[in-house]
């Protein structure tokens, strides 16, 4: 584990941190809202010469994921970062970027997608491209954010895996608050993450290639999404490999879903973002209360930890899974399908609520969270589980 | 230090409430206690009442929520006393520090807080703003008033975060503009 310097920063400011570290030699956004200031501190410190990266700005999402992706397929590293409405405009070219196995690196800040207008946090965004076939982690607090950040970045340029990688954090609770975070060297990033080897760049000309080409009937569609599904699939090793040496360089555990009190919990909730740590802080209270509550957090989204996530809840017998996000038409939000999927194999199967909370960033208050824990217990004891989804807090 | 403090800040847009937050978050790091500092953002315009929140610990802070029920409420603009509930959900023990030029009586009558356990305390820091920094910036002055009257930090402690930040991005005179502000309300700050 090396030294580290302890900041007091906003999550914008330590992402933006992580992206100097990483060297991207090219960075493409749209420097308008919905943007954060991750871009706008990056450009400061491409304009200081803190770092050397051609930075493009560009007169839309959709073009700032279009020339990341030409870049990318270039033979460059290329990082980005967007937001709700902005993540939206580039939804087909986040296929293109998947599609075309490019390792592009993406911050995300959570916002809440139009309308009503709105700007403020939740998962709609994120939640609107899960199918677009890029590797997914998320933060609940600022330091998960930097850390995911530079591991995202060896994660994908794996050459396991070429797959871009979002790496999504809480918009204006972890994007604009000050924490507490440590902040690696920038040798020690540097030596982690390498220089990106691209192995059939679009500019070595001595070995012509083409890329995204047509594949239509006949063509080999098909099989080049089974090479995407299977390299998502291999990317589960990778994140593990990167998230051990992660850790070890830092000091800090990393787990695609991390959990609290689930050895012996009789219910629990799972969760994803900022809320993980508000439902622990109600936890850590049940729990000195004497009451066998524990905590899921999922930190990779995608690919989703399926065994990982059956096997925590193997021994309860309620479970809340709180979405920021819907679906609408389906029976919960994406993160309680999810769910569902994971224990459909489960022998002994637990109740399952779905909750819908958060959206447009309505506060997380702990005594909604103290009310799904209450619904828990209730229905451990005996009473029937309530028709979800359930909106928490909803007036 | 007890466990955990709670401060929300009131204050209209432009006034530098943010700023204020960050100050005291980037103090207690210095201390080594861990910190939140946040802006309840909004379509907000220059002089718009806006909220701002920090908490302060030995222990990490894992909650990410908006501070209803606050150990210390500062309200940067006593304009504000008239159309914003600001001392909703204040705790008992707590205390609420106002920029106003009346006294700690008159303004407990004002809030409602007659038979309250709660401080209240005052501070002309716009007073103190005009004198030393020639400018209506309440933002530091209302820091010292803070630390006075919580004893989360000392003078000290304030005087060289703000000197060392600040150090970065003004001149000499505007930092000690700013160290003399920050004295003075400390002084100044009466509580009843």
Same mark, same amino acid.
């Given at each position: 584990? !090396?030294?580290?310097?302890?900041?007091?920063?906003?999550?914008?400011?330590? &992402?933006?941190?992580?992206?100097?570290?990483?060297?991207?030699?090219?960075?493409?956004?749209?420097?308008?809202?919905?943007?954060?200031?991750?871009?706008?501190?990056?450009?400061?410190?491409?304009?200081?010469?803190?770092?050397?990266?051609?930075? !493009?700005?560009?007169?839309?999402?959709?073009?700032?994921?279009?020339?990341?992706?030409?870049?990318?397929?270039?033979?460059?590293? &290329?990082?980005?970062?967007?937001?709700?409405?902005?993540?939206?405009?580039?939804? @087909?070219?986040?296929?293109?970027?998947?599609?075309?196995?490019?390792?592009?690196?993406?911050?995300?800040?959570?916002?809440?997608?139009?309308?009503?207008?709105?700007?403020?946090?939740?998962? /709609?965004?994120?939640?609107? *491209?899960?199918?677009?076939?890029?590797?997914?982690?998320?933060?609940?607090?600022?330091?998960?954010?930097?850390?995911?950040?530079?591991?995202?970045?060896?994660?994908?340029?794996?050459?396991?895996?070429?797959?871009?990688?979002? /790496?999504?954090?809480?918009?204006?609770?972890?994007?604009?608050?000050?924490?507490?975070?440590?902040?690696?060297?920038?040798?020690?990033?540097? =030596?982690?993450?390498?220089?990106?080897?691209?192995?059939?760049?679009?500019?070595?000309?001595?070995?012509?290639?083409?890329?995204?080409?047509?594949?239509?009937? =006949?063509?080999?569609?098909?099989?080049?999404?089974?090479?995407?599904?299977?390299?998502?699939?291999?990317?589960?090793?990778?994140?593990?490999?990167?998230?051990?040496?992660?850790?070890?360089?830092?000091?800090?555990?990393?787990?695609?879903? @991390?959990?609290?009190?689930?050895?012996?919990?009789?219910?629990?909730?799972?969760?994803?973002?900022?809320?993980?740590?508000?439902?622990?802080?109600?936890?850590?209270?049940?729990?000195?209360?004497?009451?066998?509550?524990?905590?899921?957090?999922?930190?990779?989204?995608?690919?989703?930890?399926?065994?990982?996530?059956?096997?925590?809840?193997?021994?309860?017998?309620?479970?809340?899974?709180?979405?920021? *996000?819907?679906?609408?038409?389906?029976?919960?939000?994406?993160?309680?399908?999810?769910?569902?999927?994971?224990?459909?194999?489960?022998?002994?199967?637990?109740?399952?609520?779905?909750?819908?909370?958060?959206?447009?960033?309505?506060?997380?208050?702990?005594?909604?969270?103290?009310?799904?824990? =209450?619904?828990?217990?209730?229905?451990?004891?005996? *009473?029937? *589980?309530?028709?979800?989804?359930?909106?928490?807090?909803?007036? | 230090?007890?466990?955990?403090?709670?401060?929300?800040?009131?204050?209209?847009?432009?006034?530098?409430?943010?700023?204020?937050?960050?100050?005291?978050?980037?103090?207690?790091?210095?201390?080594?206690?861990?910190?939140?500092?946040?802006?309840?953002?909004?379509?907000?315009?220059?002089?718009?009442?806006?909220?701002?929140?920090?908490?302060?610990?030995?222990?990490?802070?894992?909650?990410?929520?908006?501070?209803?029920?606050?150990?210390?409420?500062?309200?940067?603009?006593?304009?504000?006393?008239?159309?914003?509930?600001?001392?909703?959900?204040?705790?008992?023990?707590?205390?609420?520090?106002?920029?106003?030029?009346?006294?700690?009586?008159?303004?407990?009558?004002?809030?409602?807080?007659?038979?309250?356990?709660?401080?209240?305390?005052?501070?002309?820091?716009?007073?103190?703003?005009?004198?030393?920094?020639?400018?209506?910036?309440?933002?530091?002055?209302?820091?010292?008033?803070?630390?006075?009257?919580?004893?989360?930090?000392?003078?000290?402690?304030?005087?060289?975060?703000?000197?060392?930040?600040?150090?970065?991005?003004?001149?000499?005179?505007?930092?000690?503009?700013?160290?003399?502000?920050?004295?003075?309300?400390?002084?100044?700050?009466?509580?009843?």
């Amino acid at each position: 584990m !090396v030294e580290q310097k302890v900041v007091a920063a906003t999550g914008n400011t330590v &992402v933006a941190e992580a992206m100097r570290q990483c060297k991207p030699d090219v960075v493409a956004a749209y420097p308008i809202t919905p943007q954060t200031t991750i871009v706008e501190e990056f450009a400061a410190f491409v304009a200081k010469g803190r770092v050397h990266t051609e930075y !493009v700005t560009v007169e839309s999402e959709h073009s700032a994921m279009s020339a990341c992706i030409g870049a990318s397929a270039a033979g460059a590293r &290329v990082m980005t970062a967007t937001s709700s409405q902005g993540l939206a405009l580039m939804w @087909e070219e986040l296929y293109i970027a998947s599609g075309m196995r490019l390792p592009i690196v993406m911050a995300n800040a959570n916002r809440a997608l139009s309308a009503p207008i709105n700007i403020h946090c939740d998962h /709609s965004d994120a939640m609107g *491209a899960r199918d677009a076939g890029w590797i997914m982690l998320f933060a609940e607090t600022a330091q998960e954010a930097y850390d995911n950040t530079i591991m995202a970045v060896r994660i994908a340029e794996d050459y396991e895996v070429l797959l871009p990688v979002m /790496s999504c954090l809480d918009g204006f609770i972890t994007t604009h608050s000050i924490d507490r975070v440590s902040l690696l060297d920038d040798e020690s990033v540097a =030596g982690f993450v390498g220089e990106r080897e691209a192995e059939r760049a679009l500019l070595d000309l001595e070995h012509p290639v083409t890329h995204g080409a047509f594949a239509g009937l =006949g063509g080999p569609y098909l099989e080049f999404k089974k090479a995407q599904r299977q390299a998502i699939e291999r990317s589960r090793a990778v994140v593990k490999r990167v998230g051990d040496e992660y850790a070890a360089l830092s000091g800090r555990p990393f787990g695609v879903l @991390e959990t609290w009190g689930m050895d012996d919990a009789e219910v629990a909730v799972v969760v994803i973002g900022s809320t993980a740590g508000n439902v622990r802080h109600v936890a850590r209270a049940l729990r000195a209360d004497g009451k066998k509550v524990g905590v899921v957090k999922i930190r990779c989204f995608r690919p989703f930890p399926y065994a990982e996530l059956a096997e925590a809840l193997s021994g309860v017998k309620a479970v809340a899974v709180m979405d920021r *996000a819907e679906s609408f038409g389906a029976e919960g939000g994406p993160l309680y399908l999810e769910t569902r999927s994971a224990l459909y194999d489960a022998s002994n199967r637990p109740a399952v609520v779905g909750y819908v909370y958060g959206l447009g960033g309505s506060d997380v208050k702990l005594e909604l969270v103290e009310s799904v824990y =209450g619904d828990l217990l209730d229905i451990a004891g005996g *009473a029937a *589980a309530p028709a979800g989804p359930v909106y928490l807090g909803a007036r | 230090m007890q466990q955990l403090t709670e401060i929300r800040w009131h204050a209209r847009a432009g006034q530098g409430a943010v700023t204020a937050a960050k100050l005291v978050a980037e103090t207690a790091l210095e201390l080594d206690q861990f910190m939140q500092a946040m802006p309840e953002y909004g379509p907000e315009r220059m002089g718009a009442p806006i909220k701002a929140f920090t908490r302060i610990s030995p222990e990490p802070i894992e909650i990410h929520c908006n501070i209803d029920h606050p150990n210390v409420v500062v309200v940067l603009d006593e304009t504000l006393l008239s159309i914003v509930d600001v001392t909703e959900g204040l705790q008992d023990g707590g205390v609420i520090i106002v920029n106003t030029c009346k006294t700690p009586d008159a303004l407990r009558k004002e809030l409602g807080l007659e038979g309250r356990d709660v401080r209240v305390a005052s501070v002309d820091a716009s007073g103190i703003s005009l004198e030393t920094l020639k400018r209506d910036i309440p933002n530091t002055p209302m820091v010292g008033a803070l630390a006075k009257v919580t004893g989360l930090f000392t003078l000290d402690e304030i005087l060289s975060h703000l000197t060392k930040t600040f150090g970065k991005k003004f001149s000499q005179d505007v930092i000690d503009a700013n160290i003399a502000s920050v004295k003075r309300a400390y002084e100044e700050v009466s509580v009843g």
